[in-house]
C-alpha cells in the first residue's frame, strides 16, 4: 500500500525573505544551510549538513543530526531531534536521509530518525502534518500529507502512513505495517496488520470497526462515493464474502468507483503480505 500522491489545494503563500535569526546560545554548524526568515532558538544543536528552509521557526533545545532538510515554515518544538541514527542493530553508519515537507507542527521531544539501506535510504514526513509530542518515527518510514499523529504513538521501522490519516495517542504501529488514507486509529491500539483505507480501526490488535465516514464528509467525499464504501465495508468485513465475490458484487451494483477500488487493491495487497502486511513483500531477506 504505496503513498497517494496529493495536491494541496491551499495558494502557495510568498515566502519570508528576512535574514535567519539565530540564538547567540545555538550551535549552528557553518556549513548548514539556512534559509531566509528562519529562526532558531537557544540551545539548539544543527549539524553540517542540515538544510532549513524558509520561514522555519525552531525553538529551544532542538537537534537536528546527519543529513535532514526540512522544507519551508516548519514549527519544532522544544526537546525535537530530527535525523538521529536508526535504532537498527543492522545499521553500519551510511549515510542516509530524513526529508521533511511544508508547514509541518513537530511538538516537544518528537524523534525521526534517518533510514537504513534496507530501502531508499530516506526517512520522509510529507506537508501538512502535525506531530504531537513524545512521537516517534523510526528509520524508513514514509509519512504522507495532512497526517496527524498523536502523542507517545510509535511508528516502527519502514511504516507507511497515508495522506489524511489520524492515529490517536499511545498507539504502537509494527515495523512493516501501513496505514491507510482518510483513517482513524483509535488511542492505545496495537497495529499488527495494515489498517485498509477510509477505515477506522481500533483495539489490541486493532480492527477495522467502521467506515471513516467522519473524515470522508469532511473532505468533500461524495454521498455515493461513501455508501459504496460503506458496502464494500459490508461485505469484507461483516459478511466475509472473500475479495473476487465482494469485487464482483459491486461491480454488478455499480459501486466499484475508483476509491473502492483502491481499497480493495490495498486488502489484496495486505492479504498477499506476511501477517496481514503488505509491505513485508519488500522486506530483504536477513
Known amino acids: 500500500m504505496d503513498i497517494i500522491p496529493f495536491e494541496p489545494n ?21 556549513a548548514a544551510e539556512i534559509g531566509p526568515g528562519v529562526e532558531i532558538g537557544p540551545f539548539c544543536v544543527i549539524g553540517p549538513q ?63 530518525n534517518r533510514a537504513t539501506e534496507k530501502e531508499d535510504g530516506f526517512t520522509r514526513v510529507g ?7 513524545n512521537v516517534h518515527v523510526a ?8 497526517v496527524i499523529i498523536g502523542h507517545g ?3 516502527g521501522g519502514h511504516v507507511h502512513v497515508e495522506h489524511h490519516a489520524t492515529l490517536s495517542g499511545s498507539v504502537a504501529v509494527t515495523h512493516y505495517a501501513a496505514i491507510g488514507c482518510y483513517t482513524f486509529t483509535g488511542a492505545a491500539s496495537r497495529v499488527l496488520q495494515d489498517v485498509s483505507p477510509y477505515m ?13 465516514i467522519v473524515a470522508l464528509r469532511r473532505n468533500n467525499f461524495g454521498k455515493e462515493v461513501i455508501d459504496a464504501i460503506n458496502e464494500a465495508y459490508r461485505l469484507m468485513y461483516r459478511a466475509r464474502v472473500g475479495l473476487p465475490n ?25 492479504q498477499n503480505g506476511r501477517h496481514g502486511r503488505g509491505r513485508e513483500q519488500t522486506r530483504k531477506a536477513a
Open 153 to 155: 504513538t510509535m511508528l
Open 246 to 270: 465482494c469485487e464482483e458484487i459491486l461491480r454488478s451494483k455499480g459501486k466499484l468507483l475508483p476509491e473502492v477500488q483502491h481499497l480493495l487493491d490495498a486488502i489484496d495487497y495486505s
Open 50 to 112: 542540515a538544510k532549513i528552509g524558509a520561514g522555519c521557526k525552531l525553538m529551544n533545545n532542538v537537534t537536528m543530526l546527519g543529513d535532514v532538510t526540512l522544507g519551508h515554515s516548519n514549527i519544532v518544538s522544544p526537546g525535537a531531534v530530527l535525523g538521529g541514527a536508526p535504532q537498527d542493530v543492522s545499521y553500519q553508519g551510511a549515510e542516509t536521509k530524513v526529508v521533511i515537507g511544508d508547514r509541518n507542527v513537530i511538538r516537544e521531544c518528537v524523534t525521526i
Open 200 to 212: 477506522l480501526a481500533d483495539g489490541s490488535p486493532a480492527r477495522p470497526r467502521c467506515v471513516n
Open 127 to 133: 506537508s501538512d502534518c502535525y506531530l504531537m509530542g
Open 10 to 30: 491551499e495558494p502557495v503563500q510568498p515566502l519570508d525573505a528576512t535574514p535567519p535569526k539565530i540564538s547567540k546560545l545555538a550551535c549552528v554548524d557553518e
Open 139 to 146: 528509520h524508513d518510514c514514509m509519512i504522507g500529507d495532512h
